[in-house]
Nanobody, 126 residues
Framework: QVQLVESGGGLVQAGGSLRLSCAAS????????MGWFRQAPGKDREFVAA????????YYADSVKGRFTISRDNAKNTVYLQMNSLKPEDTAVYYC???????????????????WGQGTQVTVSS
């Protein structure tokens, strides 16, 4: 089992920045690829960013590319999502997720992820 706890959400004005953190406990964190997803009210959960277990591979949704950066610190069992130039349409609950990663690859498919956090709210005001 892997337990995931997100933090760092909050209210920010458009153009501002936030850094989300996801702390993992349980099984060996460095064996897992990590992803960030988000869900806005009335919308389906959507992929935001992913990072392989080594950090060598990353992948972003087009809507956040160039504004968001995913990173990880395996020594701290933590994955981060740095969000810059935030827009009102980034408002959502943000979830981190983990899946066992044998090939140092990333995936944007939510069904590939085995473990999920409870989410943290990000609200961007215009």
């Amino acid at each position: 089992q892997v337990q995931l706890v997100e933090s760092g959400g909050g209210l920010v004005q458009a153009g501002g920045s936030l850094r989300l953190s996801c702390a993992a406990s349980g099984r060996t964190f460095s064996s897992y690829a990590m992803g960030w997803f988000r869900q806005a009210p009335g919308k389906d959960r959507e992929f935001v960013a992913a990072i392989s277990w080594s950090g060598r591979a990353t992948y972003y949704a087009d809507s956040v590319k160039g504004r968001f950066t995913i990173s990880r610190d395996n020594a701290k069992n933590t994955v981060y999502l740095q969000m810059n130039s935030l827009k009102p349409e980034d408002t959502a609950v943000y979830y981190c997720a983990a899946h066992l990663d044998l090939y140092d690859r990333v995936t944007s498919y939510s069904q590939d992820y085995d473990y999920w956090g409870q989410g943290t709210q990000v609200t961007v005001s215009s």
